[in-house]
């Protein structure tokens, strides 16, 4: 087998490998991690990082027979940071056995390139011979055209075909893999394709809205000075009869992600930069790739409320669930969170609109992953990325019913099968599911306030404890119970018990040494007495390292 590979990998020209490799040399002494969000540091390290993402993404398609995607992005990081990250033939996260590779080929020392190179083949089996293709999209960093060349330097030294979008979302990017390997049954793997599934679905579901008025169907869009801006812009007349668009820190002016944004939005709970609001008028806010979203309002006294994650896949499930209602169909519907939602929306879905809530581990691959074993399931993070799915029977079940129940139920139906179509199951998409929310409000007739007011959100906080080794943490049931250090866990329990509606989890971080502490409870105060308390648990049992928490200072 591995001289088989070999002499393949000579009839691809080792030499040639060599050549453009040193084109892309890798700087002394860096080593990177492929992780949730693939490789992201400052854009100058990045050169033979892109360059090799592109030779694996030939091997991945060639061992899975499919379209593999490669974004240039670096999300809500800085402007001076890029990243790249591969995508799998459904639109999903690289497999984890390839996440292992790609750090293996990023961290290869020159010499050693065509050895991994021969060693990933050899493991996977991979049948140089296959063709391969490759789809690249981009943000809009003034590195990110150059990095996107080197991945295709990568791609055509393997002898893989390629087509490269140039600037797109990242969520766009993996529906465009999505609809390749689904030989076009998803949708068109096109721009235009994108625009006029969504805005088609949108428009067919506000027809039916009774509301109507200008100033309803209003919104303010905050795009992080990024791809977002771009990317609204050019849709916006696809679906202008069924909301009016304002677009905010459109990268005219102002740096990517600074000031703005939704993760700026959501950290520091104030409206970015650079937009003026009312009250009670509805915001959002994307991230710099658009993949996440946060809403917002000013209320009449001007105190800001945030609606994050946990609310989207509140008003998002409650309405797919009232559909199911309608329809008649009982189907499994799920929503997934971690750790980190607020306990007041878990109580909210379960008890009040009884439909039933998991708990997983912190990542969107392991989000996504459980979200695929219900008839619908409906994911989001506390940051504002998630999405809905629907399985293949599920969609078509619901078509079938669009066309044959009587009245109020195929409407009902028919409003389902429209939502659907706005969904990007293939990601977390801050365009859908921002056309998603709009679409649920003017069905329900609710206002931003409204939507807020379905349940409180009890006080948290979120703290962090440097320790000399984040390892000597580990924890069970989707990172809610520290297994070890041993008293950990104890202590936590007799912290929890001395303050009302609370709870408190501890995780190691996955980038640095710190653990991350994060407790809730029915006040501010004794959310952040009980973050305090369990920081100094952390700090005495886990190896804290430097100064000692303070108490919290709001």
């Excluded at 390290?45 to 379209?67: E, I, N, P, W």
């Excluded at 990568?154 to 990017?173: A, K, N, S």
Aim: aromatic residues 8%.
């Amino acid at each position: 087998m591995p001289e088989t590979i070999f002499l393949n990998f000579v009839d691809m020209d080792l030499g040639a490998i060599t050549k453009y490799s040193a084109l892309h040399a890798k700087p002394n002494g860096l080593i990177l991690q492929y992780g949730t969000a693939g490789f992201r540091t400052k854009a100058e390290h990045l050169d033979h990082v892109m360059f090799r993402m592109g030779l694996l993404a030939v091997l991945r398609s060639k061992q899975t027979k499919s379209t593999i995607g490669v974004m240039v992005t670096a999300s809500h990081n800085p402007e001076e940071d890029n990243g790249v990250k591969l995508v799998d033939p459904l639109g999903e996260m690289l497999a984890p056995s390839w996440e292992e590779h790609a750090t293996c080929l990023a961290n290869a020392e020159e010499q050693d390139m065509q050895r991994v190179l021969i060693d990933i083949s050899e493991k996977e089996a991979v049948n140089l011979q296959q063709d391969a293709f490759v789809v690249i999209g981009r943000d809009t960093r003034p590195s990110s055209e150059k990095l996107s060349q080197s991945v295709i330097d990568g791609v055509t030294v393997l002898g893989g075909q390629f087509h490269d979008y140039g600037l797109l979302t990242t969520p766009q990017l993996h529906y465009m893999v999505y609809c390749r390997n689904t030989g076009g049954r998803y949708g068109k793997a096109t721009i235009e394709g994108y625009y006029q599934k969504l805005s088609k679905a949108f428009v067919e579901l506000t027809k039916q809205a009774s509301c109507s008025g200008d100033e309803y169907r209003s919104l303010k869009v905050d795009c992080a000075n990024g791809i977002g801006a771009l990317k609204l812009r050019e849709m916006e007349h696809y679906f202008s009869q069924g909301l009016s668009v304002q677009l905010f820190n459109d990268g005219s002016k102002g740096k990517l992600n600074h000031l703005c944004g939704a993760d700026f939005v959501k950290s520091h709970q104030k409206p970015p930069q650079g937009m003026e609001i009312k009250s009670n008028e509805r915001c959002c806010s994307f991230d710099g790739d658009a993949d996440r979203i946060v809403y917002y309002y000013h209320d009449a006294d001007g105190h800001f409320h945030l609606i994050d994650g946990d609310k989207i896949a509140t008003l998002i499930s409650s309405f797919l669930k009232e559909l199911l209602v309608e329809i008649g169909e009982s189907l499994n519907i799920g929503v997934v969170q971690t750790a980190y939602a607020n306990g007041s929306s878990t109580r909210y879905l379960e008890e009040v609109m009884k439909v039933p809530v998991y708990c997983t581990k912190t990542g969107v691959k392991h989000l996504h992953h459980k979200a695929q074993e219900f008839d619908i399931g409906v994911y989001f993070e506390a940051n504002g990325h998630g999405t809905a799915l629907f399985s293949t029977a599920v969609e078509m079940k619901i078509k079938q019913s669009a066309e044959q129940l009587e009245d109020k139920k195929r409407k009902a139906a028919k409003m389902l099968e429209n939502i659907i179509d706005l969904f990007n199951q293939a990601a977390g998409d801050a365009i859908s599911d921002m056309l998603v929310i709009e679409a649920i409000l003017a069905l329900k007739g609710l206002t931003v306030q409204q939507w807020d007011a379905l349940y409180t959100d009890l006080p948290n906080r979120q703290l962090k404890v440097q320790v000399a080794d984040r390892r000597v943490i580990s924890t069970t049931n989707a990172e809610r119970q520290a297994v070890t250090p041993p008293g950990l866990q104890e202590a936590i329990n007799d912290l929890v018990k001395k303050y009302k509606l609370s709870r408190a989890f501890v995780r190691p971080s996955g980038t640095e040494d710190v653990v991350r502490v994060y407790a809730e409870a029915d006040s501010q105060e004794s959310a952040d007495h009980l973050a305090h308390e369990v920081s100094l648990a952390v700090f005495q049992l886990a190896g804290g390292i430097g100064e000692r928490p303070q108490p919290v200072t709001s």
